[in-house]
């Protein structure tokens, strides 16, 4: 059984397997999905409803029928009709676990990658930790469809069904049932008021406290070389106070209510009970119906006693679904889904401004430059000049707030992921290598062609390197596997940046952990890159791997201070250098900041 609609392809058929990264849809299909699997569960829910009146109905035919006729025949048919239900009824209580598994798959399926992307979009704005969020929150989701707590209401929308037996033994008992059911329906809406504010609030405080220390473990070397942890437990103990002080209260307030609600649900039993053998004394109605009346309000009544106990589970798989839905609509929205062929044409960067969203005072303050193929650009400038935010804008993981960076005339930040990532290296200043193997590292976890990885691999000066390893380039990295220095990593992170011989290349502080051997392979990687026609961006403290660059651009405070060719912009460097030594030493001091 499948709740999605027939015509979408499967993710596997997709192109490249690709995401679709239409927001809207993704979110209309989840929703399509959801609804679709309710109703299939609801109907479900209908038949077993009805079963569930086999005890109840046999009780009251046996009674009724049996003992007054004595006939055995009559009770053998009975007994077959009866057993027959509750093997029907068996067979459909499965049939609606697998519905809401089916359900499950399904909605994990249509909101998986496009949530992953959205994780990620997330994680480069506000870190992996509140990026992870997203998939928890998944997978909050598929444990509620896949457990015990969403089948309540779907009971409970069948009360008429029960109310109507109920009315055709007695209107008595009819009317009864109604009070009871509005009464628990009263206490069910009374609970949510009481329930559904602190829930939000606990989980928030709590998701806060989770992102606090998977951010801080992450840094684990740090806090255990330096004895920080006892500091970093009382913060934790603290903020998880306040997390589980409003997570008591809603368990109290969800618990209390529910106490009350079945102890609403007993009385009103009793009640009923005492109607119905009023009722027999009255000679109105038949003890087996008295009986039958009383077990059919328990049946009634159950399902609304558990949406009281559940409805705390229902409040967090809406607030789950509605944080997804919003970070997809946030995140996904405006990016291409179609893929762009390879461009080969001019980097162009337009009056391009760009400020962390929320900040108000911009990082980079209209940046403009042009690089042609084959040419190498420099980009050097003091400490938070924003020399790596502009190399995030130029490969589109960060977007711009004004203006714009084009390859072709294309925007880097709409293009499509995939094609864009086909044409473009980057060396971010923080080398992370993911969990796999060194051909995977450098083939980008695809797939790759072992010749394009031997290739990136030689470019980058790391073969030799990765032949003395373990395993060599089936050798294990990440998490608890082979451990490689920082120079290694870094330089296995420019093997997978020169995979694929890419268009655009960005190397943020490539040369941060490297020898003299590294450095000099790393220079001759970026030669060979321009030379087979690609556009070098290349970013460093140290001037000295700066000697093939073509052009240079001094960045200083989110603005160019100066741009053009290599020689040109040294030499006007130089001679400011110059022009300051050669003012009196008060002067001089001045111009530094006035430090003596
Ligand atoms: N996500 C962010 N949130 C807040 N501020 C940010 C963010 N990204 C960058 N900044 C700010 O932008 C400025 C420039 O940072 P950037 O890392 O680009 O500098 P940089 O020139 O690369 O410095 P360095 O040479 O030390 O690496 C810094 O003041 C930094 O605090």
Same mark, same amino acid.
């Given at each position: ?5 027939k015509?979408?392809p ?17 979110i209309r299909? &989840? ?11 609801g109907?479900?829910?209908?038949f077993?409803?009805?079963l ?16 007054n006729?004595q006939?055995?025949?009559t009770?053998k048919?009975?007994?077959?009709i009866?057993?027959?239900a509750?093997?029907l009824?068996?067979i459909?209580d ?29 994680a480069?704005?506000?870190?992996s930790?509140q990026?992870?969020q ?25 009360a ?6 109920m009315?055709?033994?007695h ?17 069910s809406?009374l609970?949510?008021?009481l ?8 989980t ?5 406290n989770?992102g606090?220390?998977g ?5 684990a ?5 330096m004895?920080m ?6 913060r ?5 106070q306040?997390?589980?002080e409003?997570l008591?209260?809603?368990?109290a307030r969800?618990k ?7 102890s609403?649900?007993?009385g ?5 009970l005492a ?5 027999v004394?009255?000679?109105?109605t ?7 009346g009383t077990?059919?309000?328990?049946r009634?009544l ?7 106990r ?17 970070i ?10 179609e ?8 980097l162009?960067?337009?009056?391009l401004v ?7 005072v911009?990082?980079l ?7 042609n193929?084959?040419?190498i ?6 400490s ?10 130029l490969?589109?993981a ?9 390859l ?5 930040y709409?293009?499509e992921?995939g094609?864009f990532g ?13 969990n796999?193997t ?11 062609n072992?010749?394009?990885?031997i ?7 790391v ?9 060599g ?9 082979h ?9 296995i ?18 040369n941060?952990n490297l020898?003299?051997e590294?450095e000099a ?24 791997i ?13 603005r160019?201070?100066?741009?053009g ?5 040294i ?18 001091n001045q111009?530094?900041?006035? &430090?003596?």
């Open positions: 059984m499948h709740f999605g609609r015509n979408l499967k993710p596997a058929e997709s192109k490249g397997a690709r995401p679709a990264l239409d927001a809207k849809s993704v299909e &989840a929703r399509y999905t959801f609804v679709r699997g309710l109703g299939w569960a109907v479900m829910s209908g077993i409803n009805v569930q009146l086999t005890v109840p109905l046999f009780m009251l035919q046996v009674h009724d029928r049996v003992i006729s006939s055995t025949d009770l048919l009975l007994l077959v009866a057993i027959g509750i093997i009824y068996g459909l499965f049939i609606r676990a697998l519905i809401f598994q089916e359900m499950a798959k399904s909605l994990l399926r249509r909101l998986n990658l496009p949530a992953i992307s959205a994780a990620m979009g997330v480069l704005e506000k870190g930790v990026g992870t997203v998939l928890r929150d998944l997978s909050d989701l598929r444990t509620f469809i896949n457990g015990n707590t969403i089948g309540a209401p779907l009971e409970a929308i069948w008429p069904i029960f109310l109507g037996v009315f055709a033994l209107p008595y008992y009819g009317i009864a049932g109604l009070i009871a059911v509005l009464t628990l329906i009263g206490l809406l609970g949510d008021l329930v559904r504010q602190i829930t939000k609030e606990a928030d405080a709590n998701l806060r989770i606090d220390i951010s801080t473990v992450s840094n070397e740090a806090i255990e070389a004895g942890l006892p500091a970093l437990a009382m934790w103990r603290l903020s998880q306040h997390a589980s409003l008591d209260i809603g368990n969800s209390g209510m529910y106490s009350v609600s079945r609403a649900r007993f009103m039993q009793i009640c009923v109607m119905g053998a009023y009722l004394i009255q000679g109105e038949t003890p087996g119906a008295m009986i039958g077990v059919i309000m328990g009634l159950l399902p609304f006693d558990n949406v009281t559940d409805w705390r589970a229902w409040v967090s798989a809406l607030s789950s679904w509605g944080r997804i839905r919003n997809l609509e946030e995140r996904q929205s405006e990016r291409e889904i893929p762009t062929p390879r461009s080969e044409g001019p162009v960067v337009d009056n760009y400020a962390v969203p929320g900040a108000n911009p990082v303050r209209g940046i403009n430059f042009n690089l193929p084959g040419e650009l420099g980009v050097v400038g003091p938070a000049a924003g020399k790596s935010t502009l190399s995030r804008v490969v589109g960060a977007k711009p707030t004004a203006g714009g960076v084009y072709d005339g294309h925007s880097t709409l293009w992921r094609s086909d044409m473009v290296g980057y060396l971010p200043q923080s080398v992370s290598l993911l796999g060194i051909r995977e590292n450098i083939g980008r976890m695809r797939h790759a072992p010749r394009k990885v290739d990136a691999a030689r470019a980058a000066g073969h030799e390197m990765i032949g003395r390893l373990p395993l380039y089936d050798t294990p990295i990440g998490a608890g596997r451990t490689l220095s920082g120079g290694q990593q870094q330089r992170a420019l093997a997978r940046a020169l995979y694929g011989w890419p268009r655009l290349l960005v190397l943020d502080e490539p941060a020898d003299a590294g392979s790393l220079l001759r990687a970026v030669k060979q890159a321009a030379d087979a026609g690609a556009m070098v961006v290349l970013i460093a403290h140290r001037q000295n700066m000697q093939y660059a073509h052009k240079l651009l001094v960045l200083q405070e989110g160019v201070k100066q741009f060719e290599r020689t040109d912009v030499r006007s460097m130089t001679q400011d250098d110059d022009n300051i030594k050669s003012l009196p030493t008060v002067k001089r111009h530094n900041g006035g &430090a003596a």
